[in-house]
């Protein structure tokens, strides 16, 4: 059963066609990657389908709930949860408290009971802290708790995104470009744990320009072109597929397939 | 140690009327106590929720008039005739405190409509629009003539009449408000502001209501200053339109932004600091004029040199 399916989705800007009858699907469980050109509009149906973008038409659907006319924290409180393209976290807090506030779906604390100073409310503080370690710890940053977001280096500002994102539960996780930038070492170490994110049992929408990363961890990949999608199949298929080769380096070289 | 620091600070200050035998001077400490409490109230607003809202003396005015006419009774023939009885001081303050937060309710909503710089002109116009109604609706506010013959508080069958009994009750809603701030901010509905401030596309993305929790901290925060205003209201006991001109708001914001916005300690230290400073200038018996220049002096050095106010650069060390 599918978990997200998109269909016939078109998201217009003026008269400028950013997607154009887009349709796919994410199955339970697996790792799905988006690729494709610059310009040919991942990140924009990442944006429509967490609610940042309204689309022009077509259907979100996430397990069996359309999304249309749902503000982007109510997709996020039905467990689909994403990261940004541009590295973003809360800067001017410590990283346990970037986790904290990613923790915000599990607390239960309403605004009186925290007034009223009740007794509940500082237990759940309390598991909430000790959750939010918890997390960092997955990542890797647990020596890291205390200093600024701002003040870690690029590839743990990464890594927090990630765990802030996974603090919110997703049952669906939206990466988009999680390892632009890393120097290989990172990567390597940053794939390694998408797997165990993976195993965890969290499915995984992967926006990425970096083939090695996307062909080594993708169950399925879908190739998008100027708004289309132009190929979706198994890794290996879409390495080997005309109209992809034609997407990235163009017409003369299609004999490159041999 | 910081326990320690905070016991004998809060044991200086309860006992500051037995030392401080001086009515003036108690005056002023009352008023600096009053201002600190509504710019503990703009700082959830402004240091937290990142909100620039440069009208916060609209809600001190409100609490101050809608108390003062609660307590003395009104009654009104256009647009509709209303006869208000004059009501328990206690009572009163409540509902200036009410009318205050349905303001900030209003401000809060309008808040996500109207983003950066526009927000700020109409917080500011709002506060403006609040002293036109106040000098203008004579039959309700009599304008400039001001409310007269404000009654103080009454409890338990005692009036706060004397400056050290006053001085008491607003060291008492001064501290219950930073208690309330602390607690707020260090819940999840005060990390729910802080995320809105720092980085709001990120924190809708892990589900968080944004506007849900600003409205919360601009009702909040209105009610307090809203508090403070009838604090005012029934100490000075008089109220006039100036209760609204936009120097209150500066007044509150210097002392936010020196003390450090954004932290609990910041409002008090830059209140104090901010607060006291003009009488301390003047006890040194210099020429008036040159009393506001070297508190410009010192805001401007503060700010210069402290950026992000004297709290935070404190604790650095």
Redesign the interface.
């Known amino acids: 059963m599918s978990l997200l399916a998109v269909r016939n989705l078109s998201v217009r800007f003026g008269g400028l066609k950013a997607i154009e009858d887009m349709s796919f699907a994410v199955r339970e469980g697996e790792v799905l990657s988006l690729i494709g050109p610059n310009g040919a509009g991942k990140t924009t149906a990442f944006n429509a389908i967490?609610g940042?973008l309204a689309s022009t038409s077509g259907e979100i659907v996430f397990q069996g709930r359309s999304l249309r006319g749902l503000?982007?924290?109510q997709i996020?409180?039905l467990g689909l949860?994403?990261?940004?393209q541009k590295t973003?976290?809360?800067?001017?807090?410590t990283a346990l408290?970037n986790i904290?506030?990613?923790l915000?779906?599990r607390?239960r604390?309403t605004?009186l009971a925290?007034?009223m100073?009740l007794p509940y409310?500082a237990r759940?503080?309390q598991e909430?802290r000790a959750e939010a370690r918890r997390i960092l710890a997955f990542v890797g940053l647990q020596t890291r708790a205390e200093e600024l977001a701002s003040a870690l280096p690029y590839g743990e500002q990464r890594l927090l995104e990630v765990a802030?994102?996974l603090?919110?539960k997703p049952k669906l996780l939206l990466l988009d470009e999680p390892v632009s930038g890393m120097n290989p070492s990172e990567k390597a170490s940053f794939m390694a744990k998408l797997g165990e994110i993976r195993s965890l049992g969290a499915t995984v929408l992967l926006v990425e320009h970096d083939m090695k990363t996307v062909m080594g961890i993708s169950d399925r990949v879908v190739c998008l072109a100027q708004g289309r999608i132009i190929a979706d199949g198994t890794p290996a298929e879409i390495q080997s597929n005309a109209e992809v080769i034609k997407a990235y380096l163009g017409e003369r070289y299609k004999r490159a397939l041999g | 140690m910081k326990a320690a620091l905070t016991l004998l600070l809060l044991a200086v200050l309860a006992t500051l009327p037995f030392w401080l035998d001086n009515a003036y001077l108690l005056h002023v400490v009352i008023i600096t106590g009053i201002f600190i409490i509504a710019a503990m109230s703009l700082n959830l607003l402004l240091g937290f929720a990142g909100q620039l809202s440069l009208g916060h003396v609209a809600f001190f005015g409100i609490g101050a008039y809608a108390s003062s006419l609660a307590a003395l009774g009104f009654k009104l023939t256009t647009p509709f005739d209303v006869t208000v009885a004059p009501n328990p001081v206690w009572l009163s303050m409540l509902a200036g405190m009410l009318a205050a937060g349905l303001a900030g309710w209003f401000i809060g909503r309008l808040a996500f409509k109207v983003r950066g710089a526009y927000f700020v002109i109409v917080s500011i116009s709002f506060a403006e629009v609040m002293r036109l109604v106040a000098v203008n609706w004579l039959e309700l506010t009599q304008g400039p003539m001001a409310l007269n013959n404000i009654p103080p508080l009454e409890l338990f069958g005692h009036a706060f009449w004397k400056k050290p009994e006053n001085y008491w009750l607003v060291l008492a809603v001064a501290v219950f408000s930073y208690i309330?701030i602390r607690?707020?901010v260090?819940?999840?509905?005060?990390?729910?502001m802080?995320?809105l401030a720092?980085?709001e596309?990120?924190?809708?993305?892990?589900?968080?209501?944004?506007t849900r929790y600003l409205v919360?901290a601009a009702v909040?925060s209105a009610a307090m200053a809203g508090a403070a205003g009838a604090l005012y209201a029934h100490y000075v006991r008089i109220v006039d339109p100036d209760v609204f001109l936009f120097v209150y708001t500066v007044t509150m914001v210097i002392m936010v932004v020196t003390g450090g916005k954004g932290t609990l300690a910041g409002p008090v230290v830059g209140g104090l600091i901010f607060g006291l400073l003009p009488e301390g200038l003047r006890a040194m018996a210099i020429a008036p004029e040159m009393q506001w220049i070297a508190y410009g002096i010192l805001m401007v050095l503060v700010v210069y040199f402290l950026p992000v106010g004297i709290v935070p650069a404190l604790r650095r060390r």
């Open positions: 967490t940042y503000n982007t924290h996020a409180a949860v994403r990261t940004f973003s976290v809360f800067g001017g807090r408290d904290l506030i990613g915000h779906l607390g604390q605004p925290i007034v100073g409310v759940e503080e909430l802030i994102a603090a919110a | 309330l607690r707020l260090h819940s999840r509905a005060g990390r729910a802080i995320a720092e980085n596309a990120l924190a809708t993305s892990v589900g968080i209501d944004v919360l909040v």
